[in-house]
């Protein structure tokens, strides 16, 4: 039971224009979501992040929506730069479950982006 | 110059062999984590520890152990049992505190098993 989808496993983007990159959950305790960029034989690196009393975070060309109601969150990325090209994860947690479950992330399959110059 | 270490990058080893994988952190962070990541897939949770001395089964725990006796070490055993042990393994750690699960990963060790 795969509770956070990334559908596309593949975008490819030219230089300069949006990057859009969705993820889905099913999970209705997540209240915490980030999304992390990797590059091959290289541990993730944090980008972003926002929490479920938000439905908007921005960071410089990095923004994240929330759309609760969908349970789906998207990454957007303007403008795309060919150093973007990785592999990003959506990943999501229960923040205010407590017990075990603290702090535990829940990750997507990863979208490969590639900017072309 | 704070961050998570790994090592080894690489490891072979023989089918049938047990194999340690080292994480260290000095970040001082709560948490530590043990993920796998194979060709095409995301990061699955092997094991993962809150405070020194416990942790908790993740997702595909099977075939693997761990242990947590000091705060800023969590290394990870790959037993005979695992059936499939080549894979990317990734070592992460976060603060619990503030509700922020911002997690801070390292390197990887990248397993092969001849």
């Known amino acids: 039971d795969q509770q956070v989808k990334q559908n596309s496993p593949s975008l490819s983007v030219q230089e300069g224009r949006i990057s859009i990159l969705n993820c889905d959950y099913t999970?209705?305790?997540?209240?915490?979501f980030l999304w992390y960029k990797k590059y091959p034989a290289e541990g993730p690196t944090f980008l972003i992040s926002i929490s479920s009393i938000k439905d908007k975070n921005e960071d410089g060309r990095f923004t994240v929506f929330l759309n609760k109601s969908a349970k789906h969150l998207s990454l957007h990325i303007v403008p795309s730069q060919p150093g973007d090209s990785a592999v990003y994860f959506c990943a999501a947690s229960s923040i205010n479950a407590g017990g075990t479950s603290y702090g535990k992330l829940t990750f997507g399959q990863g979208t490969i982006l590639t900017v072309h110059p | 110059d704070g961050g998570i270490t790994q090592s080894p990058k690489y490891l072979f080893r023989k089918e049938g062999q047990n194999v340690t994988l080292s994480c260290e952190q000095n970040?001082?962070?709560?948490?530590m984590y043990w993920y796998r990541q194979d060709p095409g897939q995301g990061l699955r949770l092997i094991y993962y520890?809150?405070?020194?001395?416990?942790?908790q089964k993740g997702d595909i725990a099977e075939g693997y152990s761990v242990s947590r006796e000091k705060k800023e070490s969590f290394p990870l055993t790959v037993t005979s049992a695992q059936k499939n042990p080549t894979a990317f393994y990734l070592c992460?750690?976060?603060?619990?505190?503030?509700?922020?699960?911002?997690?801070?990963f390292g390197p990887g060790t990248r397993l092969t098993v001849l």
């Open positions: 992460a750690s976060s603060f619990l505190a503030g509700g922020d699960n911002e997690q801070f």
């Open positions: 970040l001082n962070h709560d948490a």
């Open positions: 999970n209705s305790m997540f209240d915490y």
């Open positions: 520890s809150q405070i020194v001395n416990d942790f």
